[in-house]
């Protein structure tokens, strides 16, 4: 079984930054794509960034220039560093891997973490 445990949520001003951090661990064999989506209330998940094994990065409309992605395969971990943060910015953050299990998986299994509170407001 895999887990994903995200870290560095929490209030911040508007205007400033924040780090989120999401640890994979468990039983893996590789992990292909991984990123973030965030959710605000009332609003549907929407894909925030994501970023393939080779650094390969997309990024939404909304955070191009302010967020960015990384990751360390080694240690199965993605970054999400975010600067100039908006209230528009406010949301439940989630972390996602697709996960390859056993080297004779037919896909990679979608993983979620459980999310980590992101409030901007002054």
């Known amino acids: 079984q895999v887990q994903l445990v995200e870290s560095g949520g929490g209030l911040v001003q508007p205007g400033g930054s924040l780090r989120l951090s999401c640890a994979a661990s468990g039983t893996i064999f590789t992990i292909a794509d991984m990123g973030w989506y965030r959710q605000a209330p009332g609003k549907q998940r929407e894909l925030v960034a994501k970023i393939t094994p080779g650094g390969m990065t997309d990024y939404a409309d909304s955070v191009k220039g302010r967020f960015t992605i990384s990751r360390v395969n080694s240690n199965y971990t993605v970054y999400l560093q975010m600067h100039s943060l908006k209230p528009e910015d406010t949301a439940a953050y989630f972390c996602?891997?697709?996960?390859?299990?056993?080297?004779?998986?037919?896909?990679?299994?979608?993983?979620w973490g459980q999310g980590t509170q992101v409030p901007v407001s002054s």
């Open positions: 996602y891997a697709s996960v390859w299990v056993s080297y004779s998986d037919v896909e990679p299994t979608l993983t």
